[in-house]
């Protein structure tokens, strides 16, 4: 079944240092997207990426979205206490029909002040 | 806020009883998930429902079933609960009419089976 890999796994950082959360998928994915969960909260949509190569920003947060579209990545300039969290990234197949949209296995982001 | 309630949000069980997680929206979307959470595993899919009646099972849907006779509720049940059911679970919902299918997730329901 399709399978979706993050790494790290958890990174610690100073705050003001950059961060960045890569996501692999084993097939081709129509789209992807990007999720926030705070410590003890539940996940909140970051955003959606759709088109091979496309590269979408959010203040300090940038994502993009690979060429063959089975990878991602997610960049923070840097970091400040409130990113604090675990990153998810989440894919779709592409096909007909309903797709199931499959979590990766996050990356937890601990920042140090 | 997508108005989703779940409950119990706490629940300590002993294993072989029967546990139900109840998953109420207040919008009438049709698609709704539960997703267990677990470290190591980020969010897996249980089952999700695509209408009243209509139910589908997820990646580990094992020892798990749903239940969705009414558009506002989707119910998932524990019919033994075992110790590898431990898990936090999310109830997600995907608005019908949104541009990007995000989810909506639920505050979430931390269940320990002793």
């Known amino acids: 079944g399709q399978q979706v890999m993050q790494i790290p796994q958890y990174q610690h950082v100073q705050e003001g240092e950059d961060f960045t959360t890569y996501c692999n998928s084993s097939t081709t994915l129509s789209n992807i997207q990007w999720y926030k969960q705070r410590p003890g909260g539940h996940p909140v949509f970051l955003i959606q990426l759709v088109k091979s190569g496309e590269v979408k920003k959010q203040k300090r947060l940038t994502f993009q979205f690979g060429e063959a579209k089975k990878n991602s990545s997610l960049h923070i300039t840097a970091t400040q206490t409130t990113d604090v969290g675990t990153y998810f990234c989440a894919g779709r197949r592409g096909g007909t029909g309903f797709q199931k949209l499959v979590f990766g296995t996050g990356t937890r982001l601990l920042v140090s002040p | 806020d997508a108005g989703i309630t779940q409950s119990p949000r706490h629940k300590v069980t002993e294993t072989g009883t029967p546990v139900t997680l109840r998953c109420h929206q207040t919008?009438?979307?049709?698609?709704m998930y539960w997703y267990r959470q677990d470290p190591g595993h980020g969010l897996r899919l249980i089952h999700y429902s695509y209408g009243v009646k209509d139910t589908d099972k997820g990646e580990v849907s094992d020892g798990y079933s749903v239940s969705r006779s009414k558009t506002e509720d989707f119910l998932l049940t524990l019919e033994s609960a075992t110790s590898s059911q431990t898990s936090v679970y999310f109830c997600?919902?995907?608005?019908?009419?949104?541009?990007?299918?995000?989810?909506?997730f639920g505050e979430g329901s931390r269940l320990t089976v002793l």
């Open positions: 997600a919902i995907r608005r019908d009419r949104g541009p990007t299918g995000e989810l909506f």
């Open positions: 919008e009438n979307h049709r698609y």
